[in-house]
């Protein structure tokens, strides 16, 4: 514990620019998959454990586009949109068979598709670590607000992911197909018998969510060593940031992910053998105060 | 009728002839566990990490060992006996790696075993080895304790393996000229939170102090192995402000920490000191490799820069169309060993086996003055080419190597044996 260096960068301006920024890079990336996540289990009730695989596939697939056409914009929405087609067809061909099944179930089947797609990555790809290397457009030096150190591409990514926030909030909240999505959530037989096709909303929100994690794979590719088996680290924090935010709200996933990140960036400075920890900590002080989640629905 | 006379007779002659090497041949084939003793192969039983994360430990040690085996077969083996290598996957676990150990000794025929697990799999293949009697060639664990520690010792293993304790000597030694020179007094190391983390941290600053004692540790990092997301470590460590960092990350967390470090532009804030950069895995997969980190070398094709060296690489980059690592030289060395102790031995029996490389010196590209001993006293590998540089982006990537001293490392490696109660 260093309550002292914790202290001292609070009540410095730099240092709490550097923290924050950290604190929202780690948080936003996590918003992409566990809005996913969260959506997914609003939505269709089903835990979908092999979202981090979506991930992976995202990084993988935005290396090889940004190798054939050298541009990371080209890359990132096909990374993205291959992801979407994917989470389509794992829908549609695999879990929509375990839909209303025990949650064993589920989690088994997720598990063997984690397994095939791990070994699936080594063999088209490599069992080699890859890295994807910055994009020339961001390889400037990092800017400095109030005495902080910015990284260009982390402002970048900032802003990108809260856009994308605020678009999939407004998607939610005021368009017909965002309502659909909202009654499908809280009583689909009703929904199906007013003539609208659950069938139809379950593959677009696996859709929306793979495009999410597919997102946040390619836009974390710069930054992370791209290997078999990398969606394991995000998956796990971001179920934390569900059971925090509430499953099935994206504006808790939103609060929870923002928390997540400044609780890890100003825990590592405060309590650096104890990071990991402090995660779970708020994880429990939120289950015991509101077990529902920060913007869940009670029952 | 004369001629027909004669014509039969060189038939019969001929017939005789075909008579007596079909009997001759009869003969041969009639003692068959004669002639399949000596045309029967050498197997070489190789427990290895195939799958999963360290899938390249397998790929490369397999590559290493098998191009000193061709070699060898082709040069007629041993008396006609060919070595095959019989590898397994133990996917990095200890228990595996033990069980597939016994396995490939009781029921593969292998009559040696080439360890070419990790330092976990490694100590578990030894207690077989130590079990069954058979030699075993330890290639790619570089704890030290498993040679260094005489409760361990059995007169039929051995490493070929680079070591923890002459790397973090090579390291201290090398850093503490280097802060003295520069006057890096503010030191922060940012390590993998598990036992080699700890322990070659930990190494790596007792060392620095002993060579240059006006130093001072003013923070820590130590991230989870395989952690993704370096963020809040470096954003500490930009905090702290330190003049120079030690950091003993490597494999893909080294590249994923290059690639979030040099975003927040921090090779330019501080000397970086990182043991693991130095191989091709890492210094082809950074695609922008910052320049001026200092590194250990753990394999280079320019280092040591003889011909010798530059072949062997060359021969290794056209056979397998992959640079040769770290894990690439250890085991085409232990394999060296081995095969020269069976020339030397004319015997695949343990102990005149292990009597044989006990002690031995061979030529080899990768000695440190164009030879390598395996100690008699430890059963470990010296004088291998160790010293360290900076980096450059592309290649050579590491132009200028300083040697280091191999009397300083024995000098310094007997304190520390004599203070871990080893001697």
Redesign the interface.
């Known amino acids: 514990m260093d309550l002292p260096a914790l202290a001292n960068?609070v009540t410095s301006l730099s240092?709490i620019v550097?923290?924050s920024t950290?604190g929202l890079?780690?948080g936003m990336l996590l918003f992409l998959v566990a809005a996913g996540v969260s959506l997914i289990f609003g939505v269709l009730k089903v835990i979908n454990f092999a979202h981090g695989s979506f991930y992976m596939l995202g990084a993988y697939l935005v290396l090889t586009v940004y190798g054939l056409s050298d541009s990371f914009l080209l890359a990132v929405i096909a990374a993205a949109l291959g992801v979407a087609v994917f989470g389509l067809l794992f829908e549609r061909l695999i879990i929509s068979r375990v839909y209303g099944s025990q949650v064993l179930m589920q989690l088994l089947v997720c598990y063997g598709v984690i397994l095939i797609l791990d070994d699936l990555v080594?063999i088209i790809w490599g069992?080699?670590?890859?890295?994807?290397?910055?994009p020339a457009a961001?390889?400037k030096?990092?800017y400095l607000l109030g005495g902080g150190?910015v990284?260009?591409?982390?402002l970048f990514l900032i802003l990108l992911t809260l856009l994308i926030a605020v678009a999939l909030g407004l998607a939610i909240t005021r368009t017909r197909l965002g309502k659909i999505v909202r009654a499908v959530a809280i009583n689909p037989g009703m929904v199906s018998a007013l003539g609208i096709n659950t069938g139809y909303v379950y593959a677009g929100v696996f859709m929306l969510g793979g495009l999410l994690a597919g997102l946040a794979g390619a836009l974390?590719a710069?930054?992370?060593?791209i290997?078999?088996?990398?969606g394991l680290?995000?998956v796990v924090e971001s179920f934390i940031v569900t059971v925090i935010g509430g499953m099935g709200s994206v504006a808790g996933a939103l609060v929870g992910s923002l928390l997540i990140g400044l609780v890890?960036?100003f825990?590592?400075?405060g309590f650096?053998?104890f990071?990991?920890g402090l995660m779970f900590l708020l994880m429990a002080v939120v289950l015991v105060l509101k077990p529902s989640g920060l913007f869940g629905r009670e029952g | 009728m004369s001629k027909r006379c004669d014509a039969k007779r060189r038939d019969h002659r001929l017939n005789r002839r075909e008579l007596l090497s079909g009997a001759v041949a009869a003969a041969v084939a009639g003692f068959p566990f004669v002639s399949r003793a000596q045309m029967k192969p050498i197997r070489i039983g190789m427990p290895t990490i195939q799958?999963?994360?360290a899938?390249?430990v397998g790929?490369s040690s397999r590559n290493g060992c098998s191009m000193e085996i061709e070699k060898f077969n082709a040069a007629g083996g041993l008396g006609g006996r060919m070595v095959e290598l019989v590898a397994r996957d133990t996917k990095g676990k200890p228990e595996e790696a033990a069980r597939l150990s016994r396995e490939l000794v009781n029921s593969d025929g292998c009559e040696i075993l080439f360890d070419a697990e990790s330092s976990a799999g490694a100590f578990a293949i030894h207690e077989v080895a130590k079990d069954l009697g058979v030699l075993v060639m330890h290639m790619n664990s570089e704890t030290s304790s498993l040679t260094a520690d005489p409760k361990l010792r059995i007169p039929n293993a051995f490493r070929a393996a680079r070591q923890g304790i002459h790397d973090s000597i090579a390291a201290g030694s090398y850093a503490g000229k280097i802060a003295k020179a520069k006057g890096l007094k503010k030191w922060l190391s940012c390590s993998p939170d598990y036992a080699y983390g700890r322990d070659s941290t930990q190494l790596f600053l007792e060392y620095l102090k002993h060579f240059q004692p006006d130093v001072e540790v003013v923070g820590?990092?130590?991230p989870?192995l395989?952690?993704?997301?370096y963020?809040?470590?470096?954003?500490?460590i930009?905090?702290i402000k330190p003049q120079a960092m030690y950091s003993c990350l490597w494999?893909?967390?080294l590249?994923?920490f290059i690639?979030?470090s040099?975003?927040?532009?921090l090779f330019a804030q501080m000397e970086v000191f990182t043991i693991n950069v130095a191989d091709y895995?890492i210094l082809t997969?950074?695609?922008?490799l910052p320049k001026g980190i200092h590194s250990g070398n753990r394999y280079l094709s320019t280092f040591p820069k003889t011909e010798a060296n530059a072949k062997w690489a060359a021969e290794y980059r056209a056979k397998f169309n992959e640079f040769p690592i770290n894990w690439s030289w250890e085991n085409a060395t232990g394999a060296k060993f081995v095969l020269e102790g069976l020339k030397k031995a004319g015997s695949t029996e343990a102990k005149k086996l292990s009597d044989a490389i006990r002690g031995m010196k061979i030529e080899s590209p990768f000695g440190a003055d164009g030879t390598l001993t395996m100690r008699a006293e430890d059963q470990t590998l010296v004088n291998y080419a160790t010293g360290w540089g900076q980096t450059i982006p592309t290649e050579p990537f590491m132009p200028e190597v300083t040697p280091v001293d191999w009397q300083v490392i024995y000098e310094l490696e007997t304190a520390w044996k004599k203070k871990n109660n080893y001697i």
Do not use: H
């Open positions: 960068c240092c550097t923290q950290s890079i780690i080594k069992p080699e670590f890859k890295s994807l290397g910055m961001f390889q030096p990092p150190v990284p260009v591409y982390y974390a710069p930054v992370r060593s290997v078999s088996g990398m680290s995000v890890r960036s825990g590592t400075i650096p053998l990071t990991e | 799958s999963g994360r899938a390249m790929a820590e990092a130590w989870k395989y952690q993704p997301d963020t809040d470590a470096l954003t500490k930009l905090q494999g893909g967390d590249t994923a690639d979030q040099a975003i927040y532009n895995t997969a950074v695609k922008n």
